[in-house]
């Protein structure tokens, strides 16, 4: 599976954006998935996390009742909902998929097929 991440952007604080990721091939809907972000300097945090069907989400305390995490898998991509952003949202946003169907990690060394990353810039 290949992924590739888009919608990225500068926004003011308060603003919003949806990400997507777009997976190729015929098992990205067989997997989980997770949306992750890489600040400078910091290390690459999971942001939020969605079980292959869709049942199960994950998100960061940074995140909750901000982002929402969705997936299609008819178009073989998810999305990323984010709003009200703020300046400490701004990061490289990747996507990638889990080990497996559940969602049982969130951590970014159990996630594979990493595409290239969005960044998304939020402004004061």
């Known amino acids: 599976v290949q992924l590739q991440a888009s919608g990225g952007g500068s926004v003011q604080t308060g603003g919003s954006l949806i990400l997507s990721c777009a997976g190729s091939g015929r098992t990205f809907s067989d997997y989980a998935a997770g949306w992750f972000r890489q600040a400078p300097g910091k290390e690459r945090e999971c942001v939020a996390g969605?079980?292959?069907?869709?049942?199960?989400?994950y998100y960061a305390d940074f995140v909750k009742g901000r982002f929402t995490v969705s997936r299609d898998n008819a178009k073989n991509t998810m999305y990323l909902q984010m709003n009200d952003l703020k300046p400490e949202d701004t990061a490289v946003y990747y996507c990638?998929?889990?080990?497996?169907?559940?969602?049982?990690?969130?951590?970014?060394?159990?996630?594979?097929?990493w595409g290239q990353g969005t960044l998304v810039t939020v402004s004061s």
């Open positions: 969605i079980s292959w069907n869709g049942d199960n989400t």
């Open positions: 990638a998929i889990g080990p497996g169907s559940l969602l049982i990690t969130t951590h970014w060394a159990e996630f594979n097929s």
